[in-house]
T-cell receptor, first 113, second 115 residues
Framework: DGGITQSPKYLFRKEGQNVTLSCEQNLNHDAMYWYRQDPGQGLRLIYYSQIVNDFQKGDIAEGYSVSREKKESFPLTVTSAQKNPTAFYLC????????????FGPGTRLTVT | EDQVTQSPEALRLQEGESSSLNCSYTVSGLRGLFWYRQDPGKGPEFLFTLYSAGEEKEKERLKATLTKKESFLHITAPKPEDSATYLCAVQGRQRGMDSSYKLIFGSGTRLLVRP
């Protein structure tokens, strides 16, 4: 079955540590996205990538980094520079040249203490 | 600035009690309006895309409609399994970009359907 996988489902880290969240898709989509979801707020775009080896900052990119070395993979690193990293992180993908709906993975809940 | 506002924040219905969820939007050149369903602790599940005013789409007990300023998600005779948070998002034309990939999301409406 085609879809998007994110791992791990839950992640716990100490303050000051970098952590990498995995996102893989087998939908043959060109575009991939990372969102952050906080209680009572809408999803906010962190980074997105339209093609391999290229990505752009979203609205809240500070403290995050990404790479896009393969079409299927778009890992997100939450660095120690991110002031409030505890959140629910969602990865999505879509066809390029929209408007096309974005399909989401199951999410990773990151808790930093 | 592009903006999406959803109302109400929360809605409680009895099973079989039909109602509507509202999504008001402000966007510079609407390219698409999207509805998603999200269950607790899970990623959003795509429901509908609407492209232009007057368009309607249906899926089981759900029907989405679109005007130039808002969209409604009508729920007919809901069942407890329809309980979830419903998210609305818009995609607009961004100046200086060949194509806009950015979705602007509302905060969602939490729907609870009691048996």
């Amino acid at each position: 079955d085609g879809g998007i996988t994110q791992s791990p489902k839950y992640l716990f880290r100490k303050e000051g540590q970098n952590v990498t969240l995995s996102c893989e898709q087998n939908l043959n989509h060109d575009a991939m996205y990372w969102y952050r979801q906080d209680p009572g707020q809408g999803l906010r775009l962190i980074y997105y990538s339209q093609i391999v080896n290229d990505f752009q900052k979203g609205d809240i990119a500070e403290g995050y980094s990404v790479s896009r070395e393969k079409k299927e993979s778009f890992p997100l690193t939450v660095t120690s520079a991110q002031k409030n990293p505890t959140a629910f992180y969602l990865c999505a993908s879509s066809l390029a040249k929209g408007p096309y709906e974005q399909y989401f993975g199951p999410g990773t809940r990151l808790t930093v203490t | 600035e592009d903006q999406v506002t959803q109302s109400p924040e929360a809605l409680r219905l009895q099973e079989g009690e039909s109602s509507s969820l509202n999504c008001s939007y402000t966007v510079s050149g609407l390219r698409g309006l999207f509805w998603y369903r999200q269950d607790p602790g899970k990623g959003p599940e795509f429901l509908f895309t609407l492209y232009s005013a007057g368009e309607e789409k249906e899926k089981e007990r759900l029907k989405a409609t679109l005007t130039k300023k808002e969209s409604f998600l009508h729920i007919t005779a809901p069942k407890p399994e329809d309980s979830a948070t419903y998210l609305c998002a818009v995609q607009g034309r961004q100046r200086g970009m060949d194509s806009s990939y950015k979705l602007i999301f509302g905060s969602g409406t939490r729907l609870l359907v009691r048996p």
